[in-house]
Structure formats: structure tokens, C-alpha cells
């Protein structure tokens, strides 16, 4: 029998391995992390759809032999499909929308032996560094709860920081799998596209920018995981090479002698809060210590071309998700179905023409080459992961006279004449602000990790960005289980969860 406050000491091989020994049942694991959910989530409002009972009848019952036989897992609420479960993706329009066909990825999760517990919280459609949807509320950082555990997969953070399960499902269109492992003191990887399969409906997510992933405590949980998703589905359009050896065993690999260029300059020109400029000085210092070659460079990358480029594939796929709902709700959506900003940013997705796109995605291909020209000499490029610490809950909201604007907006669909006025950039850029780092990856294709190294002085986690070259998840997993030998992390817990042992 394993106890609440025991139960978050494993990762997810160590349960497996538990489980595989007969010292502890899928059944066990499957009541202690009900219980740590049931006393935590009401305070995290990180799962929030229970599927308590099911994962009962499944432990019971006998889960698939896999490497994470019996081990408790959460799916996040967009992306990745559950076949019977809804699927709302955020959003109220959503809430009756159950899927027929489990992902492709869900499916692999699946055959690796997870039990799925529950979804966890997201911001509507995926859209926010942040998740507060007004469909089920804020997600709450376990380490601060007045603080954002970042977005979108900020409630499979919270989940995971707070011990409910030791990984959870989470994606990546433009740093969320990072950033919410940034803002909650966890490990988290962002594959390259193509990695992992995106079937079997899509070939691709956000033209490509998306992939899915899991955010976890330890390295060698998200390497092996990664060993049990990877690989194209039927109908994938990237097919990258496999890699020389699992990826579980390159995290016990010595990384070799790496030549590192650290970066503190902010893509858009803005200040680069002190905590954050910390983090990644403190990260240079321990590379050197560890016998790796760092040296500080420019940005690669042409910062405001690939947030403009961003956020060209950012209001598009939001008029395409507001178009999509219009099928789903046989009626032509309005502006009362979603959140004001939703509706406003798929407003300015139909304001872009054919040209705007093709110049955008010339930006792709450019900020590709940049990078590639840039690993010709540097095996890993490591910056912020945010250009601050975790914000505080509604801080990035619309202030009144904002609300005020998006109402007026909506309601005469004024988006073109806000685009032309030049509020949008404005605005756009200040959404980027905080967040100026990761989307390049997504552009790219690059792989990239968020490693927790450094807490700020009032005690939130304030992780640092490595990318390294496309399809060298390998380099990224040697040096993660380095750092991770080298400054321990996983016994950090939040005093939330500290107070229950």
C-alpha cells in the first residue's frame, strides 16, 4: 500500500517498476493519486474533467504490460483526442463535442500501460500563455497559488508540480509545453516535428508549429515516453531519422564536450526581467563547471520577423478554429459563443490575405536557415524560457477599457480597421512580451527543452531554454540528465504539497 504523501517520491518508471515487481498494484497507484487529486485540485483547478471511476475498472481489471504499466496519467484538454470523453478544447461552444476515434498518440500513451485519470484544464482553443478560460476558471501555480502555472498546458503543470500524476499529456504550439514547465519547476521537451505522430485526422497541427509531447519531474520520464510515442503514423508527411539508440538510454550518456551559445537579449527589444537574466547566467556558470565551451552571442534569429510570422499563424488557425465551429454547431458562430479575445483574434486571421501567409512562411524557412547556420558552430543555442517570472492570475487579462474595445470591435467586426490602425502590433507585441523565446522553435521545427535550475527569491520556478539542431532530441536528453545529476530538482516540492507530508 502506498500513501498520499508517499506517493510523489517515484517518478513514472520508478511506479512502473513497483507495479512490475508485485510490490505495489496498478490499483494502488491508481487510488493514491485519486487522493492526492482530491485534496489538491480543489485548490489547483488543474483537472478538470475527473474520469476517476473508469481508471478504477482499468487498474483493477489489468492495463497493457508496457514500460509505464499502471502509472496514473492526465491528457490535456486540446490537442490529443479520448474517444467517449468531450473534448472542449477550453471553450463553452465545445462542451457537448465528444470524439468518436482516440488519437493516434493516445493510443500509444495507452499501449505503454498509462492509466488516464482525467483531463486537464487548458485556455480556450490553446491560444494563451496562461489558462483561464471562463469555461472552468483559473489553473493555480501549486508553488505560488496567486501565480499562473503558465499556458496552455498549464493545467497538466499544476497537475504534475503538485504530485497528482508524476507526467501529464501537453502540447507545443508556441512554448507550451515550455513555458508552463518553466512556470512550475519541471522538466519539459518540445520534439522536433515529425517526431511524434499527429493521426490520425491531421498530418499536421499549426502547420506544423504544433507538436505533442508530456511534461514531467525527471528526464528519463519524458525520454522514455518519447521512446514509446515516436515514429510517423500512417499519412505523416515528416519522416525524421530514427534515433541511434533509445532515448532513455542517452540520459545516462555523458553529453561530451558541447559548445554552448547563451543569448540574454530580448527578441523584441524589451527588458529582460533580472530573475530571468539570472537563471540563464547561473545555467552558464554550471556548464562551464561541468567542462562544456559557453559563450555569449547575439539572437540568431531576426526576433520581430518570427513574432510577426507567429502571430500570422496565431490569428489564422483561430478564424479556422472559429470556422470549424460553425460545422459543430450547425449555425454560424458568433461572438457570444467564444471568449471576447478569441473572437477578436479570429477576426484578424480573416483580415490576412494568400500573400501574407506565403511572406510569413518565407519567414519559416528563413529563421530555419538562420538556425541551421547557427548550429554549424554551436551545438545548442540556451536562453530565458520567459522574459519573466510566473504572472500573477488575470494579469495578462484585458483591463475594462480594453473590454470596452473588444466588445465595440466584435460587435461591428471591425478587425480589418484595427489591423490597419496599427493596434494590433501594438498589442500583439505586448502578448509576446513575456513569452518572446520559444516560438522560434515552433517555426523551425527545432527540438527544444525547458530545465528547471533557478527559483526566484519569493520561490517560483523560473526555467531555461536549450534548442539544439532538428531531430537531436538525443544531444538535448544527455545534457538534461547531466544537469539534472548535477542540480537536483526533483525533491523540490511546492509547500502546498510539502504541508501533506
Sequence with gaps: ???SSEYDQFDALAMAALVQTGQLTAAELCAAAIARAETVNPRINAVVQPLYEPARQR???????????????????????????PHTSGSRALRSFVPQEDAELVRRWQAAG??????TNTPEFALMGVTEPLLYGPARNPWHLDHTPGGSSGGAAAAVAAGIVPVAGAGDGGGSIRIPAACCGLFGLKPSRGRVPTGPEQGEKWQGAAVEHVLSRSVRDSAALLDATCGPDAGAPYFLPNPARPYLEEVGQAPGRLRIAFSLGHPLGSALHPECATAVREAAGLLEGL???VEEVPLPFDGRAVATAFLMLYFGETGANIAALSKHLGRPARSADVEPTTWLLGLLGRTYTAADFAAARHTWNDSARRMGRFHQTYDLLLTPTLATPPVRIGELQPKPLEQKLLKLVNTFGLGGL??????VEKLAEQSLEKTPYT?????????????????????LPCGVQFIARLGAEDILFRLAGQLEQARPWFDKRPALVEKMG
Design 1 to 3: 500500500m502506498i500513501s
Design 59 to 85: 487498474a483493477t481489471a489489468g492495463l497493457p504490460a508496457g514500460p509505464f504499466g499502471g502509472v496514473p496519467f492526465l491528457l490535456k484538454d486540446f490537442g490529443a483526442q479520448y474517444a467517449g470523453v
Design 114 to 119: 498509462l492509466n488516464i485519470l482525467g483531463k
Design 291 to 293: 567542462g562544456h565551451d
Design 418 to 423: 484595427i489591423r490597419r490602425s496599427g493596434i
Design 439 to 459: 516560438q522560434v522553435a515552433n517555426l523551425t521545427g527545432q527540438p527544444a527543452m525547458s530545465v528547471p535550475l533557478h527559483w526566484t527569491a519569493d520561490g
